[in-house]
Nanobody, 119 residues
Framework: QVQLVESGGGLVQPGGSLRLSCAASGGISSINTMGWYRQAPGKERELVATITSVGSTNYADSVKGRFAISRDNAKNTVTLQMNNLEPKDTAVYYC?????????????WGQGTQVTVSS
C-alpha cells in the first residue's frame, strides 16, 4: 500500500521560511505527479504546487515566486520550500501522489502538517 509521510511545518513569523518534506513508500509507479495542497479552517482544500516525474511544475498564483517544489525520483520524496511566508499561508499542508493510467487515476494523501504564520 502506498503511504505518504510528511514532516516539517510549525510556527513561523511573517517573512520567515519553512521547508516541508514528504516521503512516499509502497507500490509506486515511476511515472507520477506529487504535490502539496493546503486547507485553512473553514475553507476548501486548494492546490499549492505540483511536480511531475520529469520535473514539470505548477504553482498556485498566490505562492509563485515564494514557494519552490522539488523531488527526488529515486527516493520518491517531494519537498516544498516556503519563503517569505505570510499569515494567509496558515493552513494544514497535505502531500499528494497521483498515478494515472488509461482508464483510472489513483490518488494518495498524507496525514497533513500544520503551518502557522503569526507574529
Amino acid at each position: 500500500q502506498v503511504q505518504l509521510v510528511e514532516s516539517g511545518g510549525g510556527l513561523v513569523q511573517p517573512g520567515g521560511s519553512l521547508r516541508l518534506s514528504c516521503a512516499a513508500s509502497g507500490g509506486i509507479s515511476s511515472i507520477n505527479t506529487m504535490g502539496w495542497y493546503r486547507q485553512a479552517p473553514g475553507k476548501e482544500r486548494e492546490l499549492v504546487a505540483t511536480i511531475t516525474s520529469v520535473g514539470s511544475t505548477n504553482y498556485a498564483d498566490s505562492v509563485k515566486g515564494r514557494f519552490a517544489i522539488s523531488r527526488d525520483n529515486a527516493k520518491n520524496t517531494v519537498t516544498l520550500q516556503m519563503n517569505n511566508l505570510e499569515p494567509k499561508d496558515t493552513a494544514v499542508y497535505y502531500c499528494k501522489l497521483e498515478q494515472r493510467g488509461r482508464t483510472i487515476s489513483l490518488n494518495y494523501w498524507g496525514q497533513g502538517t500544520q503551518v502557522t504564520v503569526s507574529s
